[in-house]
């Protein structure tokens, strides 16, 4: 059930080919099935980080079973990711971790 969120300052021309490549992405490193995955972009929103509006990005990612020792590397490859795609310096982009209880997390009319 991985859920990605972004929000950016960045405008993002090809938004379709951009949320598959961050699906695909997403599900390749968490060793998820793609089918779980849910991500949702919010390009060139009013955004400043540092006193400026210079590309940035803030994301969410949120996935059953994750672990904090997974969170540096996925944070590397994250950032890693998005300087790629969108030019955006990995020093302004924060991504927040968490991983839910199974119970707190509702899916098909239950919960995981």
């Known amino acids: 059930m991985p859920v990605f969120q972004v929000n950016t300052n960045v405008s993002i021309a090809d938004k379709d080919g951009f949320l598959a490549d961050v699906s695909s992405f997403v599900a390749s490193r968490l060793g998820k099935p793609e089918s779980y995955v849910m991500i949702q972009v919010s390009d060139n929103q009013t955004m400043s980080f540092a006193g400026t509006s210079a590309p940035l990005a803030f994301c969410e990612l949120k996935s059953l079973g994750l672990n904090s020792s997974q969170t540096k590397e996925l944070s590397q ?36």
């Open 77 to 112: 490859q994250l950032c890693d990711f998005f300087s790629t795609k969108l030019g955006i310096e990995p020093s302004r982009i924060y991504i927040e971790f968490s991983s839910p209880e199974r119970s707190m997390f509702g899916w098909n009319g239950g919960v995981f």
